[in-house]
């Protein structure tokens, strides 16, 4: 059936402890039968049928229990001396799903037990897809007897709908666990089925009680087998008590039909029931805090060992989750809420709208950016009418004395100081001197004096903070220089007196 297309690059690991705790609880067994998995075909089974594999619960062993080809064995055990070198088995997954890991159980089978396993997958949906491949998925493993071998795969969007199990080249595995998460395949459009199905994607989020058998056996898509097989909770003592249960449907409806099927259940069953229903983008609504849920069948009297049907037409209304509450406790086997699937909204206009908002805000940065540089251009020009006077002052100074020529060159070094000064300011108060200085510049006729005048302050400060690079030298040395800082500002031009004031 098929060829096999080896896949290289697949990652798989043991998991043990804790990891092997997370794997079971975590996803939802695939291949049970219990769910809806089925054993196809198989190449020998001369001493237990396949159909063990994918048995719900754990394998037992009964030695005084015989067949006609020997001990009877919980499992798929194959004759000896294969002259192939191995045995397969095709297992019909219950909902098709991608597959994060598997355990291969070998319990009760020890001496007898193959010496290895492998495991392929292939998505075949008759009338869709009828021509398939085998994709490898757990490379070649070692077995050992009465063990279980359980390993994780890396997460992967592929989707399978059968599975086939090798052994290597012959022997007994008592189970097969395939664990996954349900990737379901829509009916077409306008056709009612059940939303509230394991095979649709529905997942059971929490209850209020679950003593006696998981509330996750009402979404089977299988019949129920007993009242183990079903939701049952505890008796309750209290009056006006009641239990619930919460599902996510598979996908976002109009829902039209309920279906509470209490087969099995007899005198143990709920007295009455309700639903109500809600609208949220949450697997599990408490987290939603605008949540709310409405009721669509209010208290209803239901009868035992029966499906009871109830009309919930929602018109135009469509819900993602459903909440059935039992009057005043009891047991059921099995919940279907029937209804037409409405289509998730196209992504493709969300990201166009995202890009347009994102290039309007581009625009706003680079406009901001270039009213940035402007002001920072005018200010520039102001530390450059500032170097200007102070090279007049040191023109002026070069008249006067020789010691005044010597602090105009040490105020002349320190000009790049106080560009650096002015530029951490400019930079610092841009954006608020922004318009002030564009209006006030506009109104004299020519450029702002701000700047000039803090560049004038900041020099002033450099010079007078000559005393504090000096360390280390004579007092004489600093009079001297404290003199020529005061002849220098005596023979300044009065222009320059005023800037640097």
Not at 72 to 95: C, F, M, P, V, Y
Not at 252 to 261: F, K, R, Y
Not at 376 to 392: C, G, P, Q, R
Not at 450 to 460: E, I, L, Q
Request: negative net charge; contains cysteine; glycine residues 8%.
């Amino acid at each position: 059936m098929g060829q096999v297309q080896s896949r290289q690059d697949e990652h798989y690991f043991k998991l043990d402890g804790t990891d092997k705790d997370a794997l079971l609880k975590r996803y939802t067994e695939l291949a049970s039968s219990a769910r809806g998995g089925k054993v196809l075909e198989t190449s020998d089974e001369l001493f237990g049928e396949g159909f063990h594999l994918i048995k719900e619960g754990p394998a037992i062993e009964d030695k005084n229990r015989e067949t006609a080809n020997g001990f009877w064995k919980d499992g798929w055990e194959t004759r000896r001396h294969n002259k192939d070198s191995h045995h397969t088995a095709i297992i019909q997954l219950a909902a098709p799903g991608t597959i994060a890991g598997f355990d291969v159980d070998t319990s009760f089978f020890d001496g007898s037990h193959p010496a290895y396993a492998s495991i392929e997958g292939a998505i075949i949906i008759e009338g869709v897809k009828e021509k398939y491949e085998w994709k490898e998925i757990l490379p070649k493993i070692k077995l050992n007897g009465n063990s279980h071998h359980i390993y994780g795969l890396k997460a992967s969007d592929d989707v399978y709908t059968h599975v086939r199990l090798n052994m290597y080249p012959d022997g007994g595995i008592a189970r097969l666990r395939v664990f996954g998460n349900v990737s379901p395949i829509f009916p077409e459009e306008k056709a009612v089925f059940n939303l509230s199905c394991l095979s649709s994607g529905a997942r059971v989020i929490k209850t209020s009680d679950d003593r006696y058998g998981k509330p996750s056996n009402l979404i089977l898509p299988t019949k129920g087998a007993n009242t183990r097989d079903g939701w049952q909770t505890r008796r309750s003592r209290k009056e006006g008590h009641h239990d619930w249960v919460e599902i996510k449907l598979g996908a976002a409806g109009l829902l039209e039909t309920l279906e509470v099927d209490t087969t099995h259940f007899r005198g143990n069953n709920p007295d009455f029931i309700s639903l109500d229903a809600c609208t949220s983008e949450y697997n599990d609504v408490q987290f939603d805090p605008e949540v709310k849920w409405t009721q669509l069948l209010s208290k209803t009297e239901i009868e035992a060992d029966k499906k009871n049907i109830f009309s919930i037409a929602t018109g135009e209304v469509s819900y993602t989750h459903v909440r059935l509450n039992i009057f005043p406790d009891g047991g059921i086997s099995r919940v279907r809420v029937f209804g037409v699937r409405v289509p998730e909204p196209i992504a493709e206009t969300v990201v166009a709208e995202e890009t347009v908002v994102d290039e309007l805000k581009v625009v706003e940065t680079e406009k901001e950016n270039k009213e940035d540089a402007v002001v920072v251009a005018v200010e520039k020009d102001e530390i450059v009418a500032v170097k200007e006077t102070i090279t007049t002052t040191t023109t002026a100074a070069k008249k006067g004395s020789k010691k005044a020529t010597t602090a105009t060159v040490q105020l002349t070094t320190d000009i790049s100081s106080v560009e650096t000064l002015v530029g951490d300011e400019i930079a610092a108060d841009v954006k608020d001197e922004t318009a002030t200085t564009k209006k006030t510049a506009a109104k004299r006729g020519r450029p702002s004096t701000k700047g000039a005048a803090t560049a004038a302050v900041a020099a002033t400060k450099l010079a007078a903070g000559g005393k504090k690079k000096a360390k280390g030298r004579s007092a004489s040395v600093l009079d001297e220089e404290d003199e020529a800082s005061s002849e220098v500002a005596v023979s300044s031009s009065p222009r320059s007196k005023k800037a640097r004031e």
